[in-house]
Antibody
Framework: QLQLQESGSGLVKPSQTLSLTCAVSGGSISSGGYSWSWIRQPPGKGLEWIGNIYHSGRTYNNPSLKSRVTISVDTSKNQFSLKLSSVTAADTAVYYC????????????WGQGTLVTVSS | EIVLTQSPGTLSLSPGERATLSCRASQSVSSDYLAWYQQKPGQAPRLLIYGTSSRATGIPDRFSGSGSGTDFTLTISRLEPEDFAVYYCQQYGSSPLTFGGGTKVEIK
């Protein structure tokens, strides 16, 4: 059974960089046919797609986050990561990692989510 | 960007009743690439439906999806106690991927 687990800093100061990692177990991140995603959900609100990465390293990001997002993959550790720079209080959210079916991009496996709070 | 509008915002029903949830897109969703998720408090979303009408693995057949173009529907034929939750639609026909604002199905 595929499992995804987010980890990283739960509290980030404004203007700093949010960093999260998603460890994948029960399957290889290098498997073809999938992409690996970040999605977030502000408290009490809906879901927002942040971006996807393929094991090749190719990424697709949400333009709403402009150039603040960096998603990377480490196939040797079977994990992928998110960096979001210049954070503000509006970036406070539960951040989920998820697996997407490549070229279809709906999300069939999700991590449990991790709350990141932006506050000084 | 395709904006997805879900209605109603809240649906108050009793167990055993039929639930009909709507998801309307601001423009046609390519190839009917529309998915539905269920989310319970404190949990990650769970995939229910993809490709408008295909049930994900392990999803009971009381859940069904339909629609095309800009109008899509999730139907729960007979509500079970575990079905009371928030439901989101998501389009993956064009980038950026977008989600609807959600419909909460609550116990009447």
């Amino acid at each position: 059974q595929l499992q995804l687990q987010e980890s990283g800093s739960g509290l980030v100061k404004p203007s700093q960089t949010l960093s999260l990692t998603c460890a994948v177990s029960g399957g290889s991140i290098s498997s073809g046919g999938y992409s690996w995603s970040w999605i977030r959900q502000p408290p009490g609100k809906g879901l927002e797609w942040i971006g996807n990465i393929y094991h090749s390293g190719r990424t697709y990001n949400n333009p709403s986050l402009k150039s603040r997002v960096t998603i990377s993959v480490d196939t040797s550790k079977n994990q992928f990561s998110l960096k979001l720079s210049s954070v503000t209080a509006a970036d406070t959210a539960v951040y989920y990692c998820a697996r997407a079916i490549a070229a279809r991009t709906y999300f069939d496996y999700w991590g449990q989510g991790t709350l990141v709070t932006v506050s000084s | 960007e395709i904006v997805l509008t879900q209605s109603p915002g809240t649906l108050s029903l009793s167990p055993g009743e039929r639930a009909t949830l709507s998801c309307r897109a601001s423009q046609s969703v390519s190839s009917d690439y529309l998915a539905w998720y269920q989310q319970k408090p404190g949990q990650a979303p769970r995939l229910l439906i993809y490709g408008t009408s295909s049930r994900a693995t392990g999803i009971p057949d009381r859940f069904s999806g339909s629609g095309s173009g800009t109008d899509f529907t999730l139907t729960i034929s007979r509500l079970e106690p575990e079905d009371f939750a928030v439901y989101y639609c998501q389009q993956y026909g064009s980038s950026p991927l977008t989600f609807g604002g959600g419909t909460k199905v609550e116990i009447k």
